[in-house]
């Protein structure tokens, strides 16, 4: 059936371009994060952050090559990105609250290509 | 001069979208390439694809970091799109096509990185 | 007990040690089946070393960094190893051969290091 | 000359080795300085810790896989571990102490890969 194919295209196509943006947005937030008074406060914020970049940039290209194991590192990367999502709810800035959006929409792209 | 800073931040950020459009329409590519009947004959292509599917994904990483070797890494980057896109451009079908195009688009943007 | 974290140490080691070997090879592997005549029979062999060599790269730098999500990551790793080795299996080439055996000792390490 | 090609052999593969271990140090080196009471006056020896075990990373995949450019991220790697020595030998503890040693010969063994 072309449509549902069309579909499962355009719902990866959604989730690789979610991951590269939750990647920039972690790697950027990360950045803001060691240039806070508070930066020792946020290491374990930190940790993840840097978990959740790495992550989302391997799923992206994994699904960009049609991995057969596309599924199960989306399926790894939305938990990272769940638990980024919670360290990042716990400081006020921008930068935080802006990414734990983003790796909020990433999570859950992330478990549409799970149960796709 | 905010002007300024607004239009570097711009052309990073058209740097990083087009990184992660060549990383990805290199991971196709490559995928496509195994699967051609002469895939034996592509083995530089396939080899140079990789290369350059994994430093533009790195590239990307590192300018949305902010970090202070990012001209350095897209000027590697450049370089290495543009044999990708010498390699792409030996061969007929669309994906090597399409693939020689925005390896020449990511090379032209990652040195306007590198003269920014 | 001093004993026991010193065995952990120990075992990650062993773990992080069996990852970047097992990166190695698969990368060395798959630029040997691009070079073998029967290349385009080996696609999905290719495609499972890549997927490999780059799960084994990122496993090795999750737990060199402590990450709390290092024992997911191996446990995808140990996954992706086996079905690596699996398909190196049905080559009869030494850097197949080799490439296998490497696999299912660094899927062993990876599965030790889930249930540490 | 045979004698000639296996030096140059373990030559990689001492640079492959030492950046393998260069990647882990740096890791964990970030993670012990996100630990320091001090943390936030580390913020370039974080960052710059961050890019060199990146590079480091890709650095040996790229070896490994007998890439046309091995020389040319060995380069830069050598570059960016120097970069990441100089800021380690700004602090007195042990793990930063022990990542500019390991930073400096790793970036020794990129260069003499250079020069190959």
Chains 1, 2, 3, 4 share one sequence.
Do not use: W, Y
Not at 10 to 30: A, G, H, P, T, W
């Amino acid at each position: 059936m072309p449509a549902v194919i069309e579909t499962d295209v355009k719902k990866m196509q959604k989730c690789i371009d979610l991951c590269n943006r939750c990647m920039q947005v972690c790697e950027e937030c990360l950045t803001s994060c060691l240039k806070e008074p508070d930066a020792q406060a946020r290491m374990k914020c930190i940790q993840t952050l840097r978990d959740c970049a790495d992550i989302c940039s391997l799923a992206a290209q994994f699904m960009a090559r049609g991995s057969a194991f596309a599924k199960q590192i989306c399926g790894l990367c939305a938990e990272i990105c769940e638990a980024c999502a919670t360290e990042c709810d716990m400081f006020q800035d921008n930068h935080c609250k802006q990414c734990a959006d983003i790796c909020r929409q990433c999570a859950q792209e992330c478990r549409n290509m799970v149960n796709m």
